[in-house]
């Protein structure tokens, strides 16, 4: 059940149902109890719209990118 684009946010029934998942991921067997798609179904979860969702995706995208950035610069200093 695709919420209509009229509808704005989807129901709460929408998300539990949904998960966020990829069509494809669903196939690989991921769902929103394993790590990995737990992790797509809150990046799927996120709106741009809400100022609060965009600060969630930037402090990920940090967590994930920090760790390369200190270990590209111990490699080269």
């Keep these: 059940m695709q919420p209509r684009p009229d509808e704005g946010e989807p129901n709460p029934e929408h998300l539990y149902f949904s998960q966020h998942l990829p069509h494809d991921a669903e196939q690989m067997g991921l769902d929103r109890n394993t790590e990995e798609g737990a992790m797509i179904a809150m990046a799927g979860a996120l709106r741009p719209a809400r100022t609060f969702h965009r600060l969630v995706a930037w402090i ?8 390369l950035l200190f270990t590209l610069l111990g490699l080269l200093l």
């Design 60 to 67: 990920v995208v940090l967590a994930l990118t920090l760790p």
